[in-house]
Structure formats: structure tokens, C-alpha cells
T-cell receptor, first 113, second 114 residues
């Protein structure tokens, strides 16, 4: 069966440091991988998408890498701020020919001032 | 308009009640989704509508019944729910898989079954 796992349930880092979150998947080769942010009691918000033929994508302080051989994506937040504290979710489409989005287990990031 | 609007925001219902959750988007997206999210867990995919047709049903019990009356609206009809069905129900939309897979989510309906 398909699995999407994020390595840490929770991650605490000091303000100003780089946060690195990991997403691993098995048994599938997705065409793209997405990262979302979710604040408590709210819906997820799309952050970045990376396609299978892209190694790296950047947006402001965010960077995503995608290694289809390792079946892994890394999500980096540089110069982290307390406002970055949230749960971060990776998401994949796990079936061809259909619109679908399955989420990883999530990492709750806390940036300590 | 880049919003997905869900109503109601909160719902308390008894196990014998029938209620409906509503979702609306005016972004011209042709894929719409229902997710269920329990506390401290990721969203779980329930249903996907693609071009107003049900394309995915993730083995959801029949007490949950989705409906897509048109390309802007998505409903989730609830009947004879159990207390363990209490959760945050999220609606999302995306252009299509080929047109752009990133999903836009509503704020959710917090459902409590008593």
C-alpha cells in the first residue's frame, strides 16, 4: 500500500535557523509533490509544488528538493521566524488519470524566539 | 475570487439527524474534494469530483453521501452519523490535474456528533 511519511511529528528550532522537514513515500512514482502549511483549526494552504523532473524549487525563504530515486522530498525554511510555526504537510497524487491528493503525516514546527 | 467557502463553520448533530455540509468556489476549478481531519492527524481523502462526476470514493461509509449539483458547488449529506465521525471536514478545489494540481482549501466545518 502507498505510504507518505514525514520523519518528525514535531520539530523545535531557534529563530533564525534553517528548518528542514522530510517527506518519504513508497510504492509509487508521483508526477509531482506539494507542500502545504496548516494552522490550527484552519484548512491547509498551498506553498510549493515540485515536479518529478525538477530537482529544486525556491520561493522566498522556502526551498524544496525532490529526489525520485530516494523517493524523498526535503522542505527547508531559512531564517525561520516564530510566524513560521505551523504544521507542514507534504502531499502526492497516488493514482494516474485522476485528480487526487493524499497527505503525509505532517510535521508540527515550532520556532522559538 | 480565490476562496473556497464552507458552511456552516460549526455543526452539532445527533446520531439520528440528517444534515448537509456545503462548499462553494468560483475559481472555475473542475476538481473538488472532501477531506476528513481528526485532531493532530493529516487530512484524509474521502471523495473527489472531477468535472461534476464522482471519480474517487475512498471506501467511505454510506452515511456520508456527496453531491455535486454544478461545477461551483459541492455538498456532503450526513445521515445516522456516529460520535467517531466528529472531525473537521474540509472541502478543496483544484483546476484539474493537468491544468494545475495545487488545491485550495476552505476553512472547514467542525462537526460534532452527539
Amino acid at each position: 500500500s502507498q505510504k507518505i511519511e514525514q520523519n518528525s511529528e514535531a520539530l523545535n528550532i531557534q529563530e533564525g535557523k534553517t528548518a528542514t522537514l522530510t517527506c518519504n513515500y513508497t510504492n509509487y512514482s508521483p508526477a509531482y509533490l506539494q507542500w502545504y502549511r496548516q494552522d490550527p483549526g484552519r484548512g491547509p494552504v498551498f506553498l510549493l509544488l515540485i515536479r518529478e523532473n525538477e530537482k529544486e524549487k525556491r520561493k522566498e525563504r522556502l526551498k524544496v528538493t525532490f529526489d525520485t530515486t530516494l523517493k524523498q522530498s526535503l522542505f527547508h525554511i531559512t531564517a525561520s521566524q516564530p510566524a513560521d510555526s505551523a504544521t507542514y504537510l507534504c502531499a502526492l497524487d497516488l493514482r494516474t488519470g485522476a485528480n487526487n491528493l493524499f497527505f503525509g503525516t505532517g510535521t508540527r514546527l515550532t520556532v522559538i524566539p | 475570487d480565490t476562496e473556497v467557502t464552507q458552511t456552516p463553520k460549526h455543526l452539532v448533530m445527533g446520531m439520528t439527524n440528517k444534515k448537509s455540509l456545503k462548499c462553494e468556489q468560483h475559481m472555475g476549478h473542475r476538481a473538488m474534494y472532501w477531506y476528513k481531519q481528526k485532531a493532530k492527524k493529516p487530512p484524509e481523502l474521502m471523495f473527489v469530483y472531477s468535472y461534476e462526476k464522482l471519480s474517487i470514493n475512498e471506501s467511505v461509509p454510506s452515511r456520508f453521501s456527496p453531491e455535486c449539483p454544478n461545477s461551483s458547488l459541492l455538498n456532503l449529506h450526513l445521515h445516522a452519523l456516529q460520535p467517531e465521525d466528529s472531525a473537521l471536514y474540509l472541502c478543496a478545489s483544484s483546476p484539474t490535474r493537468t491544468g494545475g494540481p495545487e488545491a485550495f482549501f476552505g476553512q472547514g466545518t467542525r462537526l460534532t456528533v452527539v
